[in-house]
């Protein structure tokens, strides 16, 4: 099993920044990938942002891209979100995953291990 913990949410003014974190502790040699997902209250849980461990790659949702860079120490088990440019739009829980199945990293059903989710809030 593995065990996902985020930390960093809170709330912000648009225009303003946060930095989730997330560390990844139990078996954890075999992961492939970890990401971040989010979701508003409503709606369905949706792609934010994924790092692969076999060479770094980075996926972002077109939502994100440009304000939102994804980070991580395979070694160490952490990711990290920065999230920059922040607009009320990005409320939601964000949820830090982890998977060891070779999958699409961009849907929920990649991954197999899941935080409890961290709130993220962005006043207008």
């Known amino acids: 099993q593995v065990q996902l913990v985020e930390s960093g949410g809170g709330f912000v003014q648009a225009g303003g920044s946060l930095r989730l974190s997330c560390a990844a502790s139990?078996?954890?040699?075999?992961?492939?990938?970890m990401g971040w997902f989010r979701q508003a209250p409503g709606k369905e849980r949706e792609f934010v942002a994924a790092i692969s461990w076999s060479d770094y790659h980075t996926y972002y949702a077109n939502s994100v891209k440009g304000r939102f860079t994804i980070s991580g120490d395979n070694a160490k088990n952490t990711v990290s979100l920065q999230m920059n440019t922040l607009k009320p739009e990005d409320t939601a829980i964000y949820y830090c995953a982890a998977t060891n199945l070779r999958d699409i990293v961009v849907l929920p059903t990649g991954y197999n291990y899941w935080g409890q989710g961290t709130q993220v809030t962005v006043s207008s």
């Open positions: 139990g078996r954890t040699f075999s992961m492939y990938a």
